[in-house]
């Protein structure tokens, strides 16, 4: 349960921080015109670690392999 509920969590808060990342290098590419492809690409990193730790969790109690 510790295990299941952790990385939900993380997963979520990767994701959020993920999402917030790509909108921070969206208006610096669009607005300022500086430098965003690290952010951006920092952003998809997050994005994608944070679903994998989403759709990794296995539901406590579930007994089917």
Excluded at 2 to 26: E, H, K, Y
Excluded at 38 to 50: K, M, Q
Aim: aromatic share 10%; proline share 3%.
């Amino acid at each position: 349960m510790i295990r299941w509920l952790s990385l939900v969590i993380l997963g979520l808060l990767l994701n959020g921080s993920g999402l917030c990342l790509l909108a921070w290098a969206a208006y610096r590419k669009f607005s300022i015109g500086a430098d965003w492809f690290w952010s951006g690409t920092l952003a998809l990193a997050l994005c994608n670690a944070g679903v994998c730790c989403v759709v990794g969790a296995k539901k406590p109690g579930n007994s089917s392999p």
